[in-house]
């Protein structure tokens, strides 16, 4: 049973494109994250979100938007892709604010932009 | 904001050596401090975590070591095995939960 679970996996697009990745958990976590890994693995926080509310948002272009219905899901949309957006984006969660504890990581969206 | 910066980039060990990565931070207010380990199209996955009471801990072949005032942790693997070979990330964070890693490093270990 997933803990974290994110689709698509794979997700090829031409420039300009919209597209967006979707982000679930079912551990009942409060917080929850997405994270850019580049080509050379480096691992950079972009978002989080607590119970539904923002509370980090890292300099990330605003084509960017992050989104919350439910404190279960975070969902990434991003506008008018470009080139230098191929990456592999990972989801996590936390327990919540307040303390820190184990993050843990969906697969992964290896993302390309063609 | 936190900094975290992990050497080397790159390690290669014999099967059997130890392998040691190291990581210094820049916020003297961060306390936890975890090391995750990934796995060649995978993802990363926790593996030992310390928090900044405590100096070392140790879990079987895998230790970390915690100076707080020199701002140094790291990760020791003793009698290491092929599938110890991944890309490690040392991260800190202050009790915000914002994970801050390190630039990993990808260790191999040759049989």
Redesign the interface.
């Known amino acids: 049973d997933t803990a974290v679970s994110q689709t698509p996996k794979y997700l090829v697009t031409q420039m300009g494109n919209d597209k967006s990745i979707k982000c679930e958990q079912n551990l009942g976590h409060d917080t929850m994250y997405w994270y850019k890994q580049d080509s050379k693995k480096f691992l950079k926080i972009m978002f989080s979100y607590n119970n539904k509310e923002l509370i980090i948002n890292e300099t990330v272009p605003n084509r960017f938007s992050p989104k919350s219905p439910d404190k279960a899901h975070l969902n990434l949309h991003i506008n008018s892709l470009e080139l230098g957006d191929s990456a592999v984006y990972f989801c996590a969660s936390t327990p919540g604010a307040g303390g820190v504890t184990e993050a843990f990581f969906g697969q992964g969206t290896r993302l390309t932009v063609v | 904001g936190e900094n975290v910066e992990q050497h080397p980039s790159t390690l290669s060990v014999q099967e059997g050596d130890s392998a040691v990565i190291k990581c210094t931070y820049s916020d003297s207010a961060s306390?936890?401090f975890?090391w995750y380990k990934?796995e060649l199209g995978?993802?990363?996955?926790?593996i030992i975590?310390i928090r900044s009471n405590v100096g070392e801990k140790k879990d079987q072949r895998i230790a970390v070591t915690l100076n707080k005032t020199a701002k140094h942790f790291s990760l020791h693997i003793t009698e290491t095995q092929p599938e110890d070979s991944a890309?490690y990330?040392c991260a800190a964070?202050?009790?915000?939960?914002?994970?801050?890693?390190g630039?990993?490093t990808?260790l191999q270990v040759f049989p």
């Open positions: 306390n936890y975890p990934q995978k993802r990363p996955q926790l975590d890309v990330f964070s202050m009790s915000t939960d914002k994970l801050i890693f630039t990993g990808r």
